[in-house]
C-alpha cells in the first residue's frame, strides 16, 4: 500500500453528501449483485477508483464483497450446490493466491492495464461462451476454476466467470446465485488473509470496507424480493456497458500514469 496514502483520513474528511452517495452506491452494487450474482464489487470498484489507489483497489472490493456474499448465501441458502461449491472453491484457491501475490508484486501502471483489458476480456468471454451454449463436465468445470482463481486475485468482477461455469456445468436458477455466493466467500476470505500478509490491506482498511460491507446485507435482502419479478437482461446490458467505460478509463490511466 502507498505509504503516503491514508484511508482512514480519507473518509473521514468526506461530507454528509459525499457519504451518503458512498452507502447509496454500496446499496446499489449490492442489489446489482443479488440479482445477477455479480457486479456488485465491480460497479462500487469502478465508482471509487478515481479516489484511492489501484493497489489498495481489489483489496478494499474484496471486503465489501465478503459482506454481500455472507449476506446473499444465508437468503439462498437451501439452493447451494455443495459438491460441486466446495471442488470449485479447492481447485481455485492455489491459483488465487498467485494471482494475489501477482498483484502485489507489479507496477500500479501494470495493475491499470490488468484491470482495464481484464474487464473488457471478461464481457467478451462471457458473451462467447453464451453464444457457443458452452456445456462442460467435472474435469472442464474444474479448468474454470483455475482460470477464475488466477484472475480474482487480480481484476475486479471475476464473478462473471464463475457463473458461467455453473450454468454450463448444468445449474439453474436459484441454484446457480447460491453456489457462487458460496464459492465466493471462500474466495474472498483467502483473498482477505492473503492481501493482509501482503501488506495491501490494514485495520482502517478493513473497517472502511466492513462498514460499506454491512450496506450490502440490506441490499442482498432487496434483491431477494425483487430477483424473482425483475428480468436481468437490461441489468447485464447496463453492467456491460459500465465494465467497458470503467475498462477504457483504466487504460487511459495506465497511458498517463
Known sequence: MEADFDIAALFASLGFLELSILILTAFFASVVSGISGYGGGMTLGLLISPFIPIKLLVPLMSVFVLFSNLSRMYYYRKS???????????????FLIAGTNFYASVSPKTLYFCLGFGLAFIVILRRVFKKINLNIGWFGLGVMAVFYGTISGVILGPGSVLLTALAANGLVGAQIIATDSFVTLINVIIRIISFWNLGLLNSDALYVGSMIGIVSIFGSYTAKKIADKLGVKMHTIIIEICVIIGGAAMIYRALIF
Open 80 to 94: 447451494i450446490f455443495w459438491k460441486k461449491g466446495i471442488y470449485f472453491a479447492i481447485i481455485s484457491t492455489p
